[in-house]
Each structure stands twice: as C-alpha cells, then as structure tokens.
C-alpha cells in the first residue's frame, strides 16, 4: 500500500478508467453479470466546450438542455471546469441533502494515509447537509496490538474469541481511533481562502461536531459449539432515538464496534455487524463501504452496479467454497431470486417492495432490541451477519465479504450500497456527483419490475393509457395498432399488475428516437415510475447507437423540460415521423441529446 496519497485532485475526472487486475486478488466471472439491471443515470446535461476570439473559452448549455442557445464567456478553461462542475452537481447536492448515511471505513483504510482525504471529504459532504454515522474497523489495530504484546489472534470463522488481552487491545484500539477521527474532523476550512468574504465568528468555532456513546446494546455470543467466544458479542441493539438526536443536532456519530450488555460489560462485536444492524435499525438510505480496493470482473474492468439479484447469484455460485458465501445463504435462506418458487403467474421475478422484500420471503433481518432473525422466528446469533476472521483479511476472495454484506442489507430495506476503493482520490465525491460513480453499487430497488412488453400484457398496457387517450393527452391507439407496436413497449410490472408502460421508437437512420407513451397508473404516481422508465429508455437509446431523443407533447410539457428536453422545430422530427402527425392536435415538439454512456453495463443486462 502506498505511504502517501495527494489531497488535490479534481472532481471531474475520466470515470472509464479501467483498474489493473492484482494477481492474487480472485475476480468476478464477466459472464455472471448477463442478468443484471442498469445503473440508475442521474439526468446531467455535458455541454461542449469551443474556444473562441481572444482566447475566451465559451460553453453552450452549461446548466440544463433546457438552456439551449444560452451562451458564457469565461476569463480561463479552469473558471469555466469550475462553473461546470458546480451547476452539474446541484442535483446531487439536492437529492442527498438530509439523507442519513452509515459508512463502513475498513480497517486497512483507517490504518493508512488513505484516511485523510477520505475524513476531509466527509466533512465536506456534512456541511451540505449529509447526515454520517462512521463504523470505523478495527481489526487490523487490535491484531497489531496483540503481535505486539506477544500474543496471536485467535478467530473461529468470522468471529474472533476475545480472551482478557483481547478485549483490553480491542478497547485499547477502538479508543484511539475514535480520538484520532475527532482530532481530524475538528479543523474547519482555511480561514485564508474565504477572508475575503468578511470576517465571521465561525471561522474559530470547530469544524465538525462529533457524537460517540454507548449507543450499542448487545450480549455475549457465549459458547458456540463448543468454542468459548470470551467477550465476543453480538449485536442486540442499536438505540436509534439518541443517535438521531445527534445527528438532528449537527453532530457526526461515531459508532465504535465496543457494545455494552445488561450486565455492565464490555463486548467486542463484529464491525460490519454492528454496521449493518444500524443501516437497518436507524433506515439509513445508503451503506457505504470504503474498502482498500476495486471489486473486479474477472477482465479486471470495475464492476460499476450490480442488482441485489445479481448481487445474490454470485455469492450463492461460491457457496461451496467460501465460509463467507455459505453464511449468506444459511441467513438468507437456500433458495435464491430466481428459483421457481420464487416466480409469479406471469414468470417474472418478485421485487422488493418499497426497498423492503415480502416476509413471505423469510428474509433475515435485524430488529432493533432483539437482534438477528433467520426470517423464521428463529432468533440466534448463529444467523446475524459479520465479516471476520482470516478470510475476511485476505484479498483474495475478491471482497465477496463486502459484497455479502451489501446484498444482505439490501434485503433488508437499504435501498443502496456503495462499495468504495478508498485507495482512490476523492472516490466518495466522485461516487456521490457524478452520472456513473467510481465504485460499485448494489440496489435493491432499480429497475424494480421493469421488462420488455409482452401479449399478455397488452390488457394492462391499455387500462393505463385509455383515461389519458380519453384526456387528450396521449394519441388514440386501436387494438391493432397497439399490438403491433408491441414489441417497442416497456412495462413495469408489481405483484403481477401492469404499473407504468412508455414505449421508445427508434429511427436508426436519423439516429433518434421518439419516446412515447410514458403512462403510470394513478396509485403509483409520485414514487418515480416514469423517470424509472424513460431513464431506462436512454439506456436502451444509447446502446442501439442513438445520439437523441424527441416527443410530441399537449399537456406534460414541464415534465420532460425537468429531465433535459428543450423545445424543438418540427423540421427537427424525422421526415417518416412529420407524415403522420396530426397537426390539428397541434402538439410541441422537444428534444434531448443523450449522453455517452460509460457505465460499462450492457443493454442485455437491463431487464430481470
């Protein structure tokens, strides 16, 4: 691992850098991932920069397509990267603020330089408005501790027996790490850099307010099988209320991995168990997982977004040869997503519901106050998910520890999991602010449902768009004409209903395509159904080698403005097109040029 790391890096950056394959790390069979859903694309606008007379650089659409034939001057290329950037991250600094994340700092991470920046950034993203609950690990300083004082750590599977030494290296460890993070978020910015600004008495309050506490009520995990565990515990609960005080409170909250039973003691849990309870207990909307690498395809390309199905598939395929995997499996249940017993009538797979799966599912999870539940009433320890042990510090499993984890709070309720190479410069702002990010991601909830038309669907296609045709809203359509024009229909489907439809109409000559029918059924409006569909539609656009998108519209106009489009002349609509419209209707007409796609995820991993 490197011993330093520069802090100055710059926010846009080429996200389709490819990581070189470490040769004792294992990767993930490319042909693995021919099921996976699309990464979720936030709507960004890139525009072009030219460079006119005098040497002032001009840019054409900086903020929205909606601004189209808006032109800047800027005095520098650097002004105007910095302008850009700015504007393109305000629907990510909107979308996140207010959100509640729990992030996971390896403790490879905490024990190198890579933690610096990573803090500094944390801080950062806090005073937009990001509330952060930090699990720092711990197990690389207590095993240092313990060669140190003379005596070898001592694991059993992903636990470690934490004898007197132990738990006294253990508590040694957690300590100072907490000191040492509230040392680094303490500082505030650079007082030089905003003086010009007028003076403030915030300038010398402390950077970052910082809560740690006994916020962790667990028990001992006692004798297992024979195996006296010592003070080793496992997570009972997480007490939300306080912790939600202070973050409400503008606080960072430090969650140590030190619990504390009924009786007095002290327990020593497992990191990414205590982790994983708080995302679940405390409703965090995302897991972050900074990790000192990539997670990689077996090409050694950076796997960008994998689908909690996908996600599961992968680690039951190493069931048999990983402790790991097989635990999984034992928490989670035998039988995968894509097992017959797991299919409705239509034979599509079930999907989550609101982020959560149906307990008819027999998910494990955690419940705040009583632990780990195998899904079936059974409460044991045996089934409450940790990362540990000799496998989880060897690098090659291909961090499927990490992965597990994710898929195992996805199921639980957290819609996203993020995994992080903390190794890389500004990985988290990078992750968080732009299109595609820099890591991998898991979701439980994207693309929930969503899949090509078929005949039998055609009954609920219609039952949505009828009521709009009626409206005006939507072009009349016979039976005929739509059964014909199936084959170009999207459908989102939930508990075998037919919930939203869109269709997308390709003109390859032209290079564009014409979005239509974008219809949702009015009890699922507000929850993104459309954006779900027509940012799927962009996918699809862009693989079939489309460089844009246009539609005819009466009445939802402000919509497709809000997502990028701007109003066009008909003579912009294909000529096939400009035939069969019906000018009495007389629709407007608006366009939106599609964005490069460097996700690495291919079309024929869109749809479950």
């Known amino acids: 691992m490197a011993t330093s790391i520069s802090s100055s890096y710059s926010p846009i950056q080429n996200l389709t850098e490819r990581f070189p394959t470490p040769k004792s790390r294992l990767c993930w069979p490319a042909q693995c991932f021919r099921f996976s859903t699309e990464r979720s694309r936030h709507l960004r606008a890139l525009g072009l920069v030219v460079k006119g007379k005098k040497g002032i650089w001009s840019r054409c659409n900086v903020f929205n397509e909606a601004d189209s034939g808006t032109e800047e001057s800027y005095n520098s290329r650097e002004d105007e990267q910095?302008?850009?950037?700015?504007?393109?991250?305000?629907?990510?600094?909107?979308?996140?603020?207010?959100?509640?994340?729990?992030?996971i700092i390896s403790g490879d991470i905490v024990a190198s330089p890579f933690l610096n920046p990573i803090i500094k950034d944390i801080a950062f993203l806090h005073h937009l408005g990001i509330k952060f609950v930090i699990v720092p690990g711990t197990h690389v300083q207590i095993d240092k501790l313990l060669e140190e004082r003379g005596k070898e750590p001592k694991y059993v599977g992903q636990y470690r027996i934490t004898d007197s030494e132990a738990l006294e290296a253990a508590m040694e460890a957690a300590g100072g790490i907490r000191m040492m993070l509230e040392a680094k978020l303490s500082p505030g910015p650079s007082i030089c850099d905003i003086r010009r600004h007028g003076d403030s008495s915030r300038w010398h309050e402390v950077g970052v307010s910082v809560a740690s506490g006994n916020f962790l009520a667990a028990k001992r995990r006692g004798v297992v099988k024979g195996v006296d565990y010592g003070a080793t515990g496992e997570v009972k609960r997480v007490d939300v209320s306080r912790m939600r005080e202070r973050l409400d409170a503008g606080c960072?909250?430090?969650?140590?991995?030190l619990g504390y039973s009924s009786s007095g003691e002290v327990l020593n849990c497992n990191t990414y168990e205590v982790a994983t309870a708080c995302a679940l207990a405390i409703g965090a909307d995302k897991l972050i997982c900074v990790i000192d690498g990539p997670i990689l395809d077996e090409s050694g390309h950076l796997i960008r977004f994998l689908t909690l199905q996908e996600a599961d598939m992968l680690i039951r395929k190493r069931a048999k040869q990983s402790e790991i995997a097989a635990n999984y499996v034992k928490a989670v249940g035998e039988e995968d997503f894509t097992s017959p017993g797991h299919k409705d009538s239509n034979g599509a797979v079930p999907s989550p519901q609101d982020g959560k799966f149906s307990s008819e599912r027999h998910n494990a999870t955690f419940h705040n106050g009583v632990g780990f539940d195998n899904g079936n009433g059974l409460w044991t320890g045996e089934q409450g998910f940790a990362i540990g042990g000799h496998e989880r510090q060897?690098?090659?499993?291909?961090?499927?520890?990490?992965?597990?984890?994710?898929?195992?709070?996805?199921?639980?309720?957290?819609?996203?999991?993020?995994?992080?190479?903390?190794?890389?410069?500004?990985?988290?702002?990078?992750?968080?602010?732009?299109?595609?990010?820099?890591?991998?991601?898991?979701?439980?909830d994207l693309y929930e449902g969503t899949r090509m038309a078929r005949v039998t669907d055609l009954s609920g296609i219609r039952q949505l768009i009828l009521p709009l045709e009626e409206a005006g809203t939507l072009v009349r359509r016979t039976d005929q004409e739509l059964l014909e024009a199936l084959d170009s229909f999207l459908v989102v489907e939930r508990e075998g209903q037919i919930i939203a439809c869109a269709a997308l109409f390709p003109f390859l000559k032209e290079k564009c395509g014409e979005v239509a029918a974008i219809a949702v059924s009015p009890d699922c409006r507000g929850q993104g159904q459309g954006d779900k569909l027509l940012d799927y539609i962009e996918r699809k656009a862009t693989s079939l080698g489309l460089e844009k998108l246009f539609l005819l519209t009466t009445r939802t106009a402000d919509w497709f403005v809000r997502r990028g489009f701007s109003e066009c002349l008909?003579?912009?609509?294909?000529?096939?097109?400009?035939?069969?419209?019906?000018?009495?209707?007389?629709?407007?007409?608006?366009?939106?040029?599609?964005?490069?796609?460097?996700?690495?995820?291919?079309?024929?991993?869109?749809?479950?």
């Open 394 to 444: 060897s690098r090659l499993n291909g961090y499927l520890s990490e992965l597990a984890a994710a898929a195992f709070v996805c199921r639980g309720g957290v819609q996203r999991v993020h995994l992080l190479d903390g190794t890389k410069g500004g990985v988290l702002l990078l992750e968080l602010f732009t299109r595609d990010g820099l890591g991998t991601m898991v979701a439980s």
């Open 570 to 608: 008909i003579e912009s609509i294909p000529e096939k097109k400009r035939e069969k419209i019906n000018l009495s209707r007389n629709s407007k007409y608006y366009m939106k040029k599609l964005v490069p796609d460097t996700s690495g995820i291919t079309l024929h991993r869109a749809v479950i």
């Open 252 to 257: 960072i909250v430090i969650l140590s991995n």
């Open 82 to 103: 910095f302008v850009r950037w700015f504007r393109e991250a305000w629907p990510y600094l909107w979308a996140h603020r207010g959100a509640t994340f729990v992030v």
